[in-house]
Each structure stands twice: as C-alpha cells, then as structure tokens.
C-alpha cells in the first residue's frame, strides 16, 4: 500500500530540515520504503480534513491504507516495527532504543524547544535577560549527561537505531546556537548522522520542497 505523509507547504525552518516530517522521511528512506508527499498550507492544516488525521492541525500526519497516524516518535516508530533497518532483532536491544526514542522526545528536546522559544520569540520581554541563561543551563545540563553516556561510542547503543535517528533529529536544532559545539562528542554524533545517506536524501526532498527545486537524491 502507498505511503503518504503530509508536510508544510512552505516550511517556516527554511529547508533546514527541522520541519518533523524530516524525521519521518529519514525514517522511511532508512527502510527502503517509497513514500508519497501531499503538501498542506497553514490554512489547510486548521481545516476539517487535516484535523480529521491531526486533531491539533500540525505536520506530519501518516496514511497507508485504513491506518492514519500523527505524532513523529509514533510515525517513526510504527515504521521501525513493520519494516527492517532501524530496531535490533534482539528483544533486549530492541527495547533499549525504544527507550532512547523516549528519551530523545520526553528527556532532552523539551528543553531545546523551551530554549527556541526563549530566543525568538521572548526577546522583547523584560525578563528576557535574566530567563535565556536559566534555559541555556537547563540544555547544557541534558547534554552533559548525554556526553557522558554516549563517550567516544558511534551511536548510543550498539548499531543505529530509530533511538538515534530520533535522538540527532533533536540535537540538530541546537545547531545554529553553538551549544552543541561545547560537546565535541554530541557535535560529531550530529555530524555522522547528517552524514548517512538515508539522512541526505530527506533532507534534500525537504529542502526541495522550499526551493522548488528537484531533489537530486
């Protein structure tokens, strides 16, 4: 059955693949799994017909047949379950990256989103001054506990798993801020996930959709 997704129409990111939908196509390149794109307007995401596969009229959403999806680390990991490529075989391991998708949405992004906020759209308040380095800290602090875990290691359990797709998905909006360079491990953890293929094709096929331009992937 044909896979299809939805994704911003015109992504606020700039095609710096920090739209969720990139994690999802990331996902999907990983398993060898074709997928199709439908495109929706902010417009058209706060309409019946989204809201009827995201009650809370966002991106990404997920269709294969009679299943409809919303949410990233539930895409994701619905993908990771039926298809091979991004879960170990053992039931010990498998489980270990379930539990470091968790950690990457519930433990370590929450902070990262806090801190995005903080800087663009809480500049004009007058407390803005005295808040940035409380939330600075509080994402220094999840990535130093994250550094110590993953060590001089690859990935952060054995083999690459949707436990780090999801995991360097977050930490990749950290990029713009220099935080993530104060963690040469985090940073070249960053840097070897860009680097799979899997990651390049959808970064292109999302960048491709805000420049209007083919995806040579």
Request: net charge neutral; no cysteine; aromatic share 8%.
């Amino acid at each position: 059955m044909t896979i299809t997704i939805t994704a911003f129409e015109r992504s606020p990111d700039g095609g710096k693949g920090l739209a969720r939908d990139t994690r999802v196509r990331w996902a999907l390149e990983e398993v060898g799994q074709p997928y199709q794109v439908r495109l929706v307007s902010f417009r058209a995401m706060k309409e019946p017909a989204h809201l009827a596969l995201h009650p809370f009229g966002q991106i990404p959403t997920y269709e294969e047949g009679d299943l409809a999806l919303f949410e990233t680390g539930a895409i994701v990991f619905h993908i990771a379950e039926r298809r091979a490529g991004l879960l170990p075989d053992d039931a010990n391991a498998r489980a270990r990256a379930i539990t470091w998708m968790f950690a990457a949405l519930n433990t370590v992004e929450p902070p990262i989103l806090e801190l995005g906020t903080a800087r663009l759209l809480e500049g004009d308040k007058p407390w803005h001054a005295e808040r940035l380095p409380l939330v600075e800290d509080r994402v220094r602090a999840r990535l130093g506990q994250l550094s110590v875990r993953l060590g001089d290691a690859d990935w952060l359990d054995g083999a690459f798993s949707a436990g780090d797709l999801m995991m360097v998905s977050v930490l990749l909006r950290l990029k713009s801020s220099g935080i993530l360079d104060e963690y040469p491990n985090l940073a070249a953890y960053v840097a070897r996930g860009e680097a799979r293929p899997a990651y390049k094709r959808a970064f292109d096929a999302q960048l491709a959709v805000y420049t209007g331009k083919p995806s040579t992937g």
